[in-house]
Nanobody, 117 residues
Framework: QVQLQESGPGLVKPSQTLSLTCTVSGGSRTTDYYYWSWIRQPPGKGLEWIGYIPYSGSTLYRPSLKSRTSISRDTSKNHLTLQLSSVTPEHTAVYYC?????????WGQGTQVTVSS
């Protein structure tokens, strides 16, 4: 059974960089296989795709977030990382990592991130 677990600070100040880690465990494949995505859900809104990192090739980001987003992985630790720079209160959301490109078969439980001074 594949398990994903997000971790990171629950509170980030405006203009700082939000940094989250997704730890992948279980299964026969590691983070250097499959597509891995980050998704968020702002309060009172629907799910919003942030970007993905493929098993080969380039990352792809939501156009409106592209200039401030970076997704990377550390295959030695089975970690995926999301960095979102210059955050504003609009980036307050529950952040999820998930396995897949447009359809996702495994999700983390999500981590709440609040952007506030």
């Amino acid at each position: 059974q594949v398990q994903l677990q997000e971790s990171g600070p629950g509170l980030v100040k405006p203009s700082q960089t939000l940094s989250l880690t997704c730890t992948v465990s279980g299964g026969s494949r590691t983070t250097d296989y499959y597509y891995w995505s980050w998704i968020r859900q702002p309060p009172g809104k629907g799910l919003e795709w942030i970007g993905y990192i493929p098993y080969s090739g380039s990352t792809l980001y939501r156009p409106s977030l592209k200039s401030r987003t970076s997704i990377s992985r550390d295959t030695s630790k089975n970690h995926l990382t999301l960095q979102l720079s210059s955050v504003t209160p609009e980036h307050t959301a529950v952040y999820y990592c998930a396995r897949g490109l447009a359809a996702y078969d495994y999700w983390g439980q999500g981590t709440q991130v609040t952007v506030s001074s």
